[in-house]
């Protein structure tokens, strides 16, 4: 039952993410790659939910791992079963340098507090190489405020009733997005994600004090320098 309940739960998060457009995302990585010059023959994609990402890198590169805490998620990929990883980003268990770490959707908004933020990014400098790059998005809080109306919504799919109700606390900088889930058989789940919305200038001062440094920071999906009234940034680092 405890597996059915997960396959389920996690259909509704990748229905509710279908209207991503995963190729232009895939796009903008790829536009990322080659202004840095980095060499692309080593991926490694952090929270890769269900990995629909790189159903769009696949016959780009030459090897990509696709990580995520959530083993159900892992299961609907359609990379085969040698490039899945099962783990914690804060405990990465790789023991091989990567050219490129990447994660996307705001997945390092998950991280709490700033000593597992400081903890991750020490975890990223273990893993790449001297000429590597990480990049991944967070969301800040204008985005939070802007698209809370939004993220307040049910809906029906494969049988599976939905809703799901979003805020946002200011004083305390976290984003809730609580899911009711009412199961075929009638039965009903509940969760809570939480997303911390760090300062803006927050990210800087953790990277540097773990041994890397910011080469980049755009607002997500363009090469413009992000500020601190971006609403979702895309961060490029590298080893000091």
Same mark, same amino acid.
């Given at each position: 039952m405890l597996n059915d309940l997960y396959k389920y739960t996690s259909l509704i998060y990748s229905h509710l993410m279908r209207k991503i457009d995963y190729s232009d995302w895939a796009q903008y990585l790829s536009d990322i790659f080659?202004?840095?010059?980095v060499? /692309?023959?080593?991926?490694? +994609?952090?929270? &890769?939910?269900?990995? /629909?990402?790189?159903?769009?890198?696949?016959r780009k590169f030459e090897v990509i791992?696709?990580?995520? !805490?959530?083993? &159900?998620?892992?299961? *609907?990929? +359609?990379?085969?079963? /040698?490039n899945l990883v099962c783990c914690d980003m804060l405990k990465l268990p790789f023991h091989r340098k990567f050219n490129v770490v990447y994660s996307t959707f705001d997945s390092i908004n998950y991280i709490m507090n700033e000593k597992d933020l400081g903890k991750f990014f020490r975890g990223i400098k273990r893993i790449i190489g001297d000429e590597a790059i990480m990049t991944f998005d967070v969301s800040?809080?204008?985005?939070?405020?802007?698209?809370?109306?939004?993220?307040?919504?049910?809906?029906?799919f494969k049988g599976i009733r939905y809703t799901q109700e979003s805020d946002y606390r200011a004083s305390q900088r976290i984003h809730y997005n609580h899911f009711?889930?009412?199961?075929?058989?009638?039965?009903?789940?509940?969760?809570t994600h939480k *997303?911390?919305?760090?300062?803006?200038?927050?990210?800087? +001062? $953790? !990277?540097?004090?773990?041994?890397?440094? $910011? *080469?980049? &920071?755009?607002?997500?999906?363009?090469?413009?320098?992000?500020?601190?009234?971006?609403?979702r940034v895309q961060f490029i680092l590298r080893k000091q």
């Open positions: 080659d202004y840095t010059n060499k /692309t023959d080593t991926i490694l +994609e952090l929270a &890769c939910g269900n990995g /629909t990402l790189f159903n769009h890198f696949k791992i696709l990580s995520d !805490i959530s083993f &159900c998620m892992l299961k *609907q990929s +359609e990379s085969g079963k /040698t800040l809080e204008k985005n939070s405020i802007k698209n809370l109306k939004h993220l307040n919504r049910k809906g029906k009711t889930i009412m199961l075929p058989d009638g039965s009903i789940v509940k969760e *997303q911390k919305i760090f300062d803006f200038f927050t990210y800087f +001062e $953790v !990277i540097e004090k773990s041994g890397l440094f $910011v *080469q980049d &920071c755009f607002d997500a999906f363009s090469f413009e320098d992000a500020d601190p009234e971006s609403e």
